[in-house]
């Protein structure tokens, strides 16, 4: 076999040691969750997305018999993904929640169960079913590769890489440089084409860093998820702020408000009959003068 040759062997370790790196750059943001106990509004797609394409290499690897390497690193990637999962679904909110589930559900679930069964029913033969996964994987992957389109596009709006990290998008592109020539040395298209773009949009956001890595944003130059996130904590914390207040009331302000205005308007009352007697008795004490 093509990866029984020690070089083949070699750059496919170096691409686990290199996509090792790449699944645990999240681990100071999910730090920063667990100390903090939330989520700060960040999504949880990305991560079911890389469970799912891990899932569907190491199912790929299966199918295909002696890719040991794939499924080394595709393993450790479903591993790494569920325990982020894990930790967004115990500190998010329960809308959040809820959609993170559902995509747990529709992806990790359905989709996966699908790709088995089409695999099985469509393709008999060992090679046929090698074929029809490897082009599924294909076209899936790319898809994740792709994901990176709206940053770019959020970097060439701004003109600025704030919201684009060099570390990651380089890890990610030598990532992609090392699978490629894997598969190259293996002569898997399959393994080949989707890293062929990885690398592409990897090139495109680290030249774009150094187009614009001088450049520094205005006060209002955020992503649109950021000023939602803004407007929805602005809101939250007033709604909380008048809850608390309401909370820490009791209720019992607007209440002795209410019995003081009654009392003032009884104290009034009273006080106007008084004031026309007092009248009636100086009109009576001026008759009886005259």
Not at 81 to 103: D, G, N, Q, S
């Amino acid at each position: 076999m093509a990866n029984d040759a020690p070089y083949v062997f070699a750059v496919g370790i170096m691409g686990n040691l290199v996509s090792f790196c790449c699944f645990l750059a999240p681990v100071p943001t999910f730090y920063r969750v667990c100390k903090k106990k939330t989520t700060e509004g960040f999504q949880s797609l990305p991560y079911v997305a890389a469970l799912f394409t891990s899932m569907l290499w190491i199912f790929y690897a299966y199918i295909k018999t002696g890719e040991i390497l794939l499924i080394t690193i595709n393993a450790f990637g479903c591993f790494i993904e569920t325990v982020y999962l894990v930790i967004y679904i115990t500190y998010c909110p329960r809308k959040a929640r809820f959609f993170t589930f559902k995509m747990i559900f529709l992806f990790n679930v359905g989709v996966i169960f699908l790709v088995v069964l089409l695999t099985h029913v469509l393709a008999k033969e060992r090679t046929a079913r090698i074929e029809l996964l490897g082009w599924i994987c294909v076209v899936l992957s790319t898809s994740v590769f792709a994901a990176p389109l709206s940053i770019i596009k959020v970097v060439i709006r701004t003109k600025s890489v704030e919201f684009m990290p060099i570390t990651l998008s380089l890890l990610l592109t030598v990532s992609a440089i090392m699978w490629m020539a894997y598969g190259i040395l293996l002569r898997d298209i399959y393994v080949t084409l989707p890293n062929f773009v990885g690398i592409t949009f990897g090139t495109i956001q680290i030249v774009l860093y150094f187009i614009y890595r001088k450049h520094k944003p205005g006060k209002d130059e955020k992503l649109p998820e950021e000023k939602d996130n803004a407007t929805n904590e602005e809101n939250a914390n007033t709604t909380v702020s008048s809850e608390n207040h309401a909370a820490n009331s009791g209720g019992f302000v607007d209440i002795e408000i209410g019995e003081k205005k009654e009392v003032k308007k009884v104290e009034e009352a009273q006080k106007k009959p008084d004031h026309t007697e007092n009248k009636t008795r100086e009109a009576s004490s001026q008759l009886q003068h005259n």
